[in-house]
């Protein structure tokens, strides 16, 4: 975890205005080392900030002249208005063409891809472009203690499967691109599965520490109750009264109930609550050769598409038609000639 010092975080916070007014269309000017600086901006975006004129000083510390940038005054919630209103959360960009040689896709798809009990004969590679959608979403997980992320997924939108872009949003060559945005609830589906099993990974000390703090209160619960259960079955010491057996067994029964009681109510404490929220979409054209591939299985065939990734320079792995993984291992169903991964195969072969 990050340890921030006054300083850093004052830093982070000049960096941010700077970025947001950026990136509503402003001008900023603002040194490292100064207090102050001064922005110039649409007057729409200027009044979003509680100001009064499209220029005005900006300062690092509260109650100054203009907007100041700190954590105490209202400059949070001022530019979180800002950037809902101002900065869109969904863009469309394109990579430009690559050189793509045409070259043996047949000894590509061999070398790539495992087909059991198929053959697969290239029909044909079509260089184009293919539409990719990276996501951020925002984690939140909640319980007793709140645990909170940010989590990027890309996803090819034709093929659905999650695929690893690197810093392809920082390219300079990046255009921006009028295409619209298609297949948005289909990549958002994808990218929320992926960042939820992300999550599990990267919240495991969250989860163990939660499960820590769990089990010791049960203990401390279960014991408490173990020595009131010893009490009730007990003679009384100021009366001297001896309970009897039946007296006894309801006491424990009480007892007993409470202490279930009391363990719900502990587990509903500690339940998680988790929240997945797409925070902004970027959807690119990425340079691609579409392979279609002829997969024959006794007398059925079927066309499947795969698609080089110019980018990565590598295949992209296909879909299993069960568990709607990729995977470069198939086997293939008689007939209908589906798609079974490796896995699924084993656990029920595909014929
Ligand atoms: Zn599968």
Redesign the pocket.
């Known amino acids: 975890m990050a340890v921030y010092s006054q300083n850093s975080v004052q830093d982070d916070l000049r960096e941010f205005a700077v970025d947001l007014l950026s990136e509503t269309g402003g001008m900023v000017e603002w040194q490292d080392d100064q207090s102050q600086g001064s922005a110039l901006v649409p007057i729409e975006v200027g009044q979003c900030l509680g100001q009064n004129s499209e220029s005005f000083v900006l300062s690092n510390e509260a109650g100054g002249a203009g907007l100041s940038v700190s954590l105490g005054g209202q400059f949070l919630d001022l530019a979180v208005r800002t950037l809902e209103h101002f900065v869109p959360m969904r863009g469309a960009f394109a990579m430009p063409e690559l050189n793509i040689k045409k070259s043996d896709f047949q000894q590509i798809v061999d070398a790539a891809f495992g087909w059991q009990n198929a053959r697969a004969r290239v029909k044909q590679g079509i260089v184009g472009h293919t539409t990719y959608h990276t996501w951020w979403l925002n984690v939140v997980l909640h319980s007793e203690d709140t645990w909170e992320t940010v989590i990027a997924v890309s996803v090819n939108s034709s093929s659905l499967l999650p695929t690893e872009l690197g810093s392809v949003l920082d390219s300079m060559d990046l255009q921006s691109s009028k295409t619209p945005i298609v297949h948005e609830p289909e990549t958002l589906h994808v990218a929320g599965m992926i960042a939820q099993r992300q999550t599990i990974k990267l919240a495991r000390s969250f989860f163990d520490r939660a499960d820590q703090r769990l089990n010791r209160d049960r203990k401390r619960l279960k014991d408490y109750y173990a020595a009131m259960q010893r009490e009730a079955t007990t003679t009384n010491r100021r009366t001297k009264v001896v309970p009897s057996d039946e007296e006894i067994q309801d006491r424990k029964r009480v007892v007993g109930l409470e202490l279930k009681r009391k363990l719900v109510e502990l587990d509903d404490r500690f339940a998680v609550e988790a929240s997945i929220k797409p925070l902004a979409l970027a959807q690119v054209e990425i340079p691609t050769v579409v392979i279609e591939v002829e997969i024959q299985r006794k007398s059925a065939m079927r066309v499947y598409r795969l698609y080089w990734n110019a980018l990565r320079k590598s295949l992209e792995p296909l879909k299993?038609?069960?568990?709607?993984?990729g995977?470069f291992n198939f086997w293939f169903t008689n007939d209908t000639v589906d798609a079974?991964?490796?896995?699924?195969?084993s656990s029920k072969p595909a014929e």
């Open positions: 299993c038609s069960r568990c709607a993984e995977s079974v991964c490796n896995s699924c195969h």
